[in-house]
């Protein structure tokens, strides 16, 4: 029988004499491996693509401070990819990061020579936009609640918010306040009624990149005071079933609204009127009075364009003739 086709049968297994065995090579270390850039909180790498026939992809390690301590793999690459970023991260934190290339046995190469790379901080996070300021002195105590659309950048950690009882609100220094990610408004109680305050809204990142300031809407509101009725007095009964109210103006106050109730509770509204500064009388207009009974009124502040009540007066009451 020729050597070269002896064939032993064993046991019922069939061993060819030429038989190499298990595939125990591994692939060779990745070439060129090596930081190439990224962009916000990422590294990104490149390295010449392994030339073996059965190669598998890459793994790619990561530790962080000591490049001696254990590296965890954070990534398996595809045969046919020669980079990879790495992204979501820090930018205080040393990185050092190694490659190594496997075949489709499960070999696995010498991982390469370990690379320090620390993440970028590039660009800073767009102004928050979409930024209100709401006065209240409705219920004590008298607030501004600021509101804006949260900033989706990747890297985003904070707003800060800078407040100045004159306009031109600078941001340097320390914030009036910090507000976390994930957080849209804040109320400010903190407030004097009847002080006008400017704030901006500045949103800060991971690596304290800051949006720029004069690019930050500035806004402003006021808790103004209650409005001072003047006529009818209270518990007067009035000659008309169309009455006169009448107030005192108050500053800063944009327009008023009249409010006419038919119990004290002001669970019925019977009549309601805005009127534009600095207009403080107005005719009743409503449906018509019934003779002889008694109906309660009030007026609100308004600051804003939306009509947003800002203070309210006392409840007065008066009886119709």
Request: aromatic share 10%; glycine share 8%; hydrophobic share 30%.
């Amino acid at each position: 029988m020729s050597v070269w086709a002896a064939i032993i049968l064993a046991g019922g297994l069939w061993v060819g004499c030429g038989s190499t065995g298990p595939d125990v090579t591994p692939p060779d270390v990745p070439q060129g491996f090596s930081r190439v850039g990224g962009g916000d909180g990422e590294n990104k790498f490149a390295w010449q693509r392994n030339r073996e026939k059965d190669l598998a992809g890459y793994r790619l390690y990561r530790t962080q401070d000591d490049p001696a301590s254990t590296y965890t793999r954070i990534a398996t690459i595809p045969p046919e990819s020669t980079s990879y970023t790495d992204s979501g991260l820090d930018y205080t934190i040393m990185f050092y990061y190694k490659l190594t290339a496997f075949d489709q046995t499960g070999n696995e190469s010498e991982a390469t020579t370990p690379i320090l790379s620390i993440a970028a901080n590039l660009t800073p996070p767009a102004p928050p936009a979409n930024v209100h300021a709401v006065a209240q002195n409705l219920v004590p105590p008298a607030s501004i609640t600021l509101s804006w659309s949260p900033n989706t950048e990747g890297d985003f950690q904070e707003y800060q918010i800078y407040r100045s009882s004159s306009p031109n609100v600078g941001t340097t220094g320390t914030p009036f306040k910090v507000i976390p990610k994930g957080t849209t408004a804040y109320e400010d109680t903190s407030v004097a009624v009847g002080t006008k305050y400017y704030y901006r809204v500045v949103a800060a990142d991971k690596g304290g990149l800051k949006s720029p300031g004069s690019l930050s809407t500035e806004v402003s509101a006021i808790p103004l005071p209650p409005v001072t009725l003047t006529s009818p007095v209270d518990n007067a009964t009035v000659t008309s079933l169309t009455p006169e109210f009448r107030w005192s103006p108050v500053s800063q106050a944009s327009g008023y609204k009249v409010f006419v109730y038919k119990d004290v509770a002001r669970l019925s509204q019977q009549w309601s009127q805005s009127v534009q500064s600095p207009t403080t009388t107005i005719v009743y207009s409503g449906q018509a009075l019934t003779s002889g009974r008694t109906y309660y009124w009030c007026v609100a502040t308004i600051t804003g364009d939306d009509e947003q009540m800002n203070s309210v007066s006392a409840l007065w009451k008066f009886t119709t003739p």
